[in-house]
């Protein structure tokens, strides 16, 4: 029966998992590898007052993600509708990263480049509420996990396609795309926002345009505003009744911090610590995105097969058995070796975190779950940034900055064991 279930939804299935195609690209080469190395390196004063100010400029949109996402899940909830709400920050996250072109390499730069990296990172995190909450309605019965996987994975190989067009059709050419002329003011560099947001709009929309989704309730704009406020007090006031979710959602926010922080600052330690050049980071990045790749689609089918649980606390142990020696790694081929086996890890832990919030989230609540979810993620999330910019700069060393990660990783595993695998009522 899944199986045909399967088979008539696979179009609206393949284009839900092309958005994580799209979306990709923005975290690859604007959060972690090209843009946030360009700002440090090139707009900002130093390196580590850059990496300073980027983590303080992620840690605060990640406060407003906290606000707003669980305000908003509620009242799609009610609406019942989710396509809106995702075209509506789809659109924002687009235009904005477009705007990170005028980001110039000069220090009078650095107030645009970190108001338009928060904006951006605000509406792409709302527009990922809205896309998680999809998959519950969507995926088979029993199919969740590979689902939500291929998604993951598709959106690793999205990833690594953009940032193959960064290397070869922008950073590493005398004649870039977009008819720039040379390398001035490092505009082939800048341009790799341009090719983001081209990337994010064009992939997006066949969900828009296959992708079914949830029926509307018919219920009004200001009702839905109304009572979605309403259910959230409510389900915050109830928290109790929730008790297993709760445990979840303290449990992955801590690792998903972990995680979210390494992406941040992977391609600033990569640079600092071991004088990696944009050209070496994207090719650092391209092989890493495969190694992730791997992962989510070769996990996919144990996730569905061993339970979400089971994957997220395997993947934690591979997480943190790389990382620890990475941070002690001291040459560049050590450093490649285990960062590499250390991506294996990192798509599934998100993949079957997925999973695991739809699995849990009761019926009709989903996007408020997902809401929260983010929330949880975010309440925490500049935990990890400014535990990294504060040791990075007590001890001037990207080194134990990133040490904090395996901190929040540890600490997310030993918790996650209080969490029972079973659907909220």
Same mark, same amino acid.
């Given at each position: ?38 700002? $440090?390196?090139? %707009? ?13 400029? =992620? ?11 669980? *305000? ?17 920050? $789809? ?25 338009? /990296? ?6 792409? !995190? ?40 960064? @290397? +070869?059709?922008? %950073?590493?050419? !005398? ?20 090719? =983001?947001?081209?990337?994010?709009? =064009? ?21 839905? /505003? ?5 259910? @959230? ?48 980071? %994207? ?6 995105? =495969? ?19 089971? $994957? ?31 991506? %294996? ?36 999330? +500049? *935990?990890?940034? @400014? ?33 029972? !695998?079973?659907?909220?009522?």
């Amino acid at each position: 029966m899944a199986e045909r279930i399967l088979a008539g939804r696979r179009g609206g299935i393949l284009s839900w998992c092309l958005y994580d195609w799209a979306m990709s690209a923005y975290n690859t080469v604007i959060g972690t590898f090209i843009f946030s190395v360009y700002f $440090t390196r090139a %707009v900002a004063d130093s390196e580590v007052a850059g990496t300073a100010q980027w983590g303080r400029a =992620v840690a605060l949109s990640g406060l407003a993600v906290a606000v707003l996402s669980p *305000v908003l899940g509620a009242i799609a909830d009610r609406g019942g509708r989710r396509k809106p709400w995702l075209a509506l920050f $789809t659109a924002l996250t687009v235009a904005g990263t477009a705007l990170l072109w005028f980001v110039k390499p000069d220090p009078s730069s650095v107030m645009l480049a970190l108001v338009l /990296v928060g904006l951006t990172n605000v509406t792409f !995190e709302l527009a990922n509420v809205f896309y998680n909450a999809m998959l519950p309605g969507l995926a088979p019965p029993g199919h969740t996990g590979r689902v939500s996987g291929w998604g993951w994975g598709l959106g690793y190989v999205g990833g690594l396609g953009c940032l193959v067009i960064s @290397l +070869f059709g922008l %950073v590493q050419t !005398e004649t870039p795309l977009f008819g720039l002329l040379g390398t001035g003011e490092q505009a082939n560099v800048r341009a790799t926002a341009l090719l =983001v947001a081209l990337w994010y709009g =064009v992939f997006s929309l066949p969900l828009f345009l296959v992708t079914p989704d949830q029926a509307g309730t018919g219920v009004s704009i200001g009702a839905a /505003v109304r009572d979605g406020i309403k259910a @959230l007090i409510e389900t915050l006031r109830q928290i109790r009744r929730y008790g297993n979710v709760a445990r979840w959602l303290v449990a992955s926010a801590l690792y998903r911090d972990g995680l979210n922080t390494l992406f941040a600052f992977g391609g600033i330690y990569a640079a600092g610590t071991f004088g990696m050049g944009f050209d070496q980071i %994207v090719m650092f990045a391209i092989a890493l995105n =495969v190694t992730s790749a791997a992962g989510a689609f070769g996990f996919a089918w144990i996730d569905d097969w061993i339970g979400p649980k089971r $994957t997220i606390l395997g993947c934690l142990v591979g997480l943190i058995g790389f990382g620890i020696p990475l941070l002690f790694a001291e040459s560049q081929q050590a450093f490649w070796i285990l960062a590499l086996g250390l991506g %294996v890890f990192v798509g599934p832990a998100q993949a079957a975190g997925r999973t695991m919030m739809a699995k849990l989230a009761p019926s009709g609540m989903e996007t408020e779950m997902f809401g929260l979810y983010a929330l949880s993620g975010r309440a925490v999330s +500049f *935990v990890g940034p @400014l535990l990294l910019a504060w040791a990075t700069e007590s001890f001037q060393s990207q080194r134990a900055g990133m040490a904090t990660i395996v901190l929040l990783l540890l600490l997310g595993f030993v918790l996650l064991f209080a969490v029972r !695998e079973e659907r909220g009522t």
